[in-house]
């Protein structure tokens, strides 16, 4: 278990209140685990049905100065690998990095709690996700997150729901949202030096501070909830298609789009590694087989 | 073929160096490639005797503003993926840029021409190999390169030996050569963020400038033909090695850490990339298949 005593400088309320965005996201994470272990033991007509059904195994990491994580991956016949991480940290930012973060500049200290999914699934026909919500505390506090897909193969249908459920969800909650949020994940997951965008985008959203924490904690819960939703519909509409080894190589290859993206340009991947953070946790996100050929 | 025509701002003598520079890259080049393809073509009793024996094929890319490269690649039975680029490119460096190469704060114009070679075998008994040499001109000019060996199944008699070849090859120029550009490749090839070596080490060189240009140009040809002298060794004595299922995983895995360096790290991968080199060029250096479990 992840040790989630609240530091000392937050206010009984702000206490209160990151003990429950921290239950939030294991629950999130139970769901979804939940649901990805379900879709693996259903898997009897799957290309690679005759694999063992995945499941889940849990690893916890505790971090130096404050906290830690708990890492879940799988490894099956739908999901060729697939991480969901949930870490609750807090501690004082280096000196040097305080600058970067809204609210930081004073004593640095700072509370963080999220949820972070990569899927790599087997079938090239199956898109890759990518799912993460935070709650971060400084002398300021926000949400954010946001959840985009990466098909391996085109799948445009696919790609239209994902839009369309995510949309409904930004819509619930304020009309502004899916238009920005939208462009955010657009400019964010861009491959500059290929000149090409990671995937079929998705929504990014970071420094939400509305004014009204309810409404962005219930904004941030509806982004894990819809993602989850929309994802695990677009698995079961395309696990069983049939694939040849022409479209395995061609997903390998561009499995090798994703590296580069989260090796070269991922803000959270950079940091992670940068400033000693889990490994494990932090490259969960590297597909399980990559080929530049 | 390379346009070479040295650009105007350089002295007659200095384009005149510039183009014996261009052809000895050339010739390392066509050397290494010989002797790569000889190995291929000799490789009966590897235990991928039964694939076709590997050929070099060439690639010329122009650069925008001035100059190109050529790419060779070749997969084969013993090489899996092996490239290995020469470039002569000129220009002017873009003002942002200028303060971090030396001598070019005034106009910015340069010229660099340069071979860089990966190899990435197929047997995890033989050791990975990077060398690049490189010469560069602004208003001062310099040589700088290396090489190094990343064995991927441990392999200390190999790297002792590899050592042993670039340490006699410095010694035949300076006494101090080894001992300081031993130490530079160490604290370059080094992944902080999982604290440990790229691989066995090698040499690596930078901004040589001795005041005998000749004796310069000297040293990074021997370390040229050291390097691969060395490494052509290297891989038939090790090509032959019996290896199993277990042994291309682990293989496989540590190749994520060369691609974790190169991304994260290489500086020349993300000056490339982030300032529109050649792509292809760019990432020959990743390893044709991969595992991050």
């Not at 400088?9 to 379900?38: H, Y």
């Not at 790599?120 to 949400?143: L, Y």
Request: net charge negative; proline share 6%; aromatic share 12%.
């Amino acid at each position: 278990m992840i040790n989630r005593a609240p530091p000392d400088f937050l206010t009984p309320d702000m206490a209160d209140f990151s003990v429950r965005v921290a239950d939030w996201f294991e629950k999130l994470r139970d769901n979804i685990c939940g649901q990805f272990e379900t879709i693996e033991s259903a898997a009897e007509d799957s290309p690679l049905s005759d694999k063992p059904s995945g499941h889940f195994e849990r690893k916890n990491w505790t971090r130096d100065g404050g906290g830690g994580g708990q890492i879940s991956v799988m490894h099956g016949r739908v999901f060729e690998k697939v991480g969901v991480n949930i870490s609750v940290v807090h501690g004082q930012f280096a000196e040097d990095f305080r600058a970067q973060i809204p609210g930081a500049t004073d004593d640095g200290q700072f509370w963080a709690g999220g949820i972070s999914l990569v899927a790599h699934p087997q079938n090239p026909f199956v898109p890759a996700a990518h799912m993460n919500t935070r709650f971060v505390i400084t002398s300021k506090a926000w949400f954010g997150g946001g959840g985009d897909l990466t098909p391996l193969k085109p799948a445009p249908k696919q790609a239209n729901t994902f839009h369309a459920d995510l949309k409904a969800c930004c819509e619930r909650h304020d009309p502004d949202y899916y238009p920005k949020y939208k462009q955010w994940c657009d400019d964010y997951f861009y491959l500059k030096h290929r000149d090409e965008p990671r995937g079929a985008g998705g929504i990014f959203y970071d420094y939400l501070d509305s004014g009204d924490r309810e409404a962005d904690f219930s904004f941030t819960r509806d982004v894990g909830s819809s993602f989850a939703g929309s994802y695990v519909n677009i698995v079961r509409e395309t696990m069983n298609k049939h694939f040849t080894a022409e479209d395995r190589h061609f997903q390998l290859v561009r499995r090798g789009r994703y590296v580069e993206f989260n090796l070269l340009y991922d803000r959270g991947t950079s940091f992670g590694l940068k400033t000693g953070g889990n490994i494990e946790a932090i490259l969960m996100s590297l597909p399980p087989e990559v080929r530049w050929p």
